[in-house]
């Protein structure tokens, strides 16, 4: 084993975040525009091999668990192969996806290893849900939902971000609806991450109009052990069904903070906000050994700033945008 991953604020790095591709089949109106961005040129992205290479030396480093993310994960090509051989690298599998594909794929990336999922998904209306992402497939993401259940993938959860005016009267029906399906759902914080840099706190429904939104309906208990989950856990009406709030804007978890973030063309982020990042593709590409490798990851974590200075004076938004860096 090698020395862990650790940064300048003593945080141990366990957790990867690996955005498998930038490319989506939704238009989400917080995180592209309609005409979708310039994605990522194939030949930059990282092979099969590359990120097999890369994610077994971060094993060694201490990374336990990893999050595949995109774009829409599901759209890279081979992709259960992919989750195959990863899942032989004795890691914890997780998979963060907008859902349409899940009906045809779940039970095959059930069987090449993948253990949860995460569903993003923020409205019941279908129209809405054409609203809010200029595609009329939420029936795909519903049965999407029921096919990884059936599967086995345990938990399955939703994300859902709430955004003032536009869906926050869906707080309690979203919940509702997941209390009766059995899915575990998150409210995420809608963070400043958009291409058009937009984003506008005033719209973000923070965890407090959250919780009082729900609190109105369900009493809501903490759960005591979070560890560095980013969801703050209630306990709905004294349990067991849960539900949970990420409050990256207005209750930042950075001092718990274990995770790091691999692009698909193969750049390091030490922080989902970070405005450097390391370049791995190249010394990957130009026949670097594994201690090599190894020494970047840990100069790239070791660099890792205290939070992520949002609403903070100098707080400057990433260029890259959310679908290119991945959840
Ligand atoms: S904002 Fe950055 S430091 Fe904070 S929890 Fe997220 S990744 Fe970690």
Same mark, same amino acid.
């Given at each position: 084993?090698?020395?862990?991953?650790?940064?300048?604020?003593g945080?141990?790095?366990?957790?990867?975040?690996?955005?498998?591709?930038d490319?989506?089949?939704?238009?989400?109106t =917080?995180?592209?525009?309609?005409?979708?961005?310039d /994605?990522?040129p194939?030949?930059?992205?990282?092979?099969?091999?590359?990120?097999?290479?890369?994610?077994?030396?971060?094993?060694?480093?201490?990374?336990?668990?990893?999050r595949?993310?995109?774009?829409?994960? !599901?759209?890279?090509?081979?992709?259960?192969?992919l989750?195959?051989?990863? *899942?032989?690298?004795?890691?914890?599998?997780?998979?963060?996806?907008?859902?349409? %594909?899940?009906?045809?794929?779940?039970? *095959?990336l059930?069987?090449?290893?993948?253990?949860?999922?995460?569903?993003?998904?923020?409205? !019941?209306?279908?129209?809405?849900?054409?609203?809010?992402?200029?595609?009329?497939?939420?029936?795909?993401?519903?049965?999407?939902?029921?096919?990884?259940?059936?599967?086995?993938?345990?938990?399955?959860?939703?994300?859902?971000?709430?955004?003032?005016? $536009?869906?926050?009267?869906?707080?309690?029906?979203?919940?509702? /609806?997941?209390?009766?399906?059995? =899915?575990?759902?998150?409210? $995420?914080?809608?963070?400043?991450?958009?291409?058009?840099?937009g984003?506008?706190? %005033?719209?973000?429904?923070?965890?407090?109009?959250?919780?009082?939104?729900?609190g109105?309906? /369900?009493?809501?208990?903490?759960?005591?052990?979070?560890?560095?989950?980013?969801?703050?856990?209630?306990?709905?009406?004294?349990?067991?069904a849960?539900?949970?709030?990420?409050?990256?804007?207005?209750?930042?978890?950075?001092?718990?903070?274990?995770?790091?973030?691999?692009? *698909?063309?193969?750049?390091? +982020?030490?922080?989902?906000?970070?405005?450097?990042?390391?370049? !791995?593709?190249?010394?990957?590409?130009?026949? *670097?050994?594994?201690?090599?490798?190894?020494?970047?990851?840990?100069?790239?974590?070791?660099?890792?700033k205290?939070?992520?200075? $949002?609403?903070?004076?100098?707080?400057?938004?990433?260029? +890259?945008?959310?679908?290119?860096?991945?959840?």
């Amino acid at each position: 084993m090698r020395a862990p991953l650790v940064d300048g604020f003593g945080r141990v790095h366990t957790d990867l975040r690996l955005s498998l591709t930038d490319r989506c089949n939704l238009r989400c109106t =917080y995180c592209m525009p309609a005409e979708g961005l310039d /994605w990522l040129p194939r030949p930059e992205l990282l092979t099969d091999d590359e990120l097999v290479r890369v994610v077994g030396l971060l094993a060694e480093l201490g990374v336990r668990t990893v999050r595949l993310t995109g774009g829409e994960p !599901l759209l890279r090509p081979g992709v259960v192969g992919l989750v195959e051989r990863l *899942a032989r690298l004795d890691l914890s599998l997780s998979l963060t996806t907008n859902g349409l %594909s899940l009906a045809r794929m779940a039970p *095959a990336l059930r069987d090449a290893g993948l253990r949860r999922v995460n569903v993003s998904m923020d409205t !019941l209306r279908p129209e809405r849900f054409v609203e809010l992402t200029r595609r009329d497939r939420l029936h795909d993401v519903l049965t999407g939902l029921a096919a990884a259940k059936a599967a086995g993938l345990e938990p399955v959860k939703v994300n859902a971000v709430l955004m003032r005016g $536009i869906n926050d009267d869906e707080a309690g029906d979203l919940l509702q /609806w997941a209390l009766d399906e059995g =899915y575990a759902l998150r409210f $995420i914080e809608q963070m400043p991450l958009d291409p058009q840099h937009g984003w506008d706190r %005033s719209t973000m429904l923070d965890a407090d109009e959250i919780l009082g939104r729900l609190g109105e309906r /369900w009493s809501l208990t903490p759960v005591e052990v979070r560890g560095s989950a980013p969801a703050e856990e209630f306990l709905v009406d004294g349990g067991p069904a849960t539900v949970g709030v990420v409050g990256s804007v207005s209750r930042p978890f950075c001092a718990a903070c274990d995770r790091l973030r691999l692009t *698909a063309d193969g750049q390091v +982020r030490n922080c989902l906000f970070a405005r450097e990042e390391s370049d !791995l593709r190249g010394p990957l590409r130009s026949g *670097a050994s594994d201690d090599e490798l190894a020494e970047r990851l840990r100069v790239a974590v070791a660099g890792k700033k205290q939070g992520h200075g $949002i609403g903070e004076p100098g707080f400057v938004q990433p260029d +890259r945008p959310m679908s290119a860096i991945g959840g």
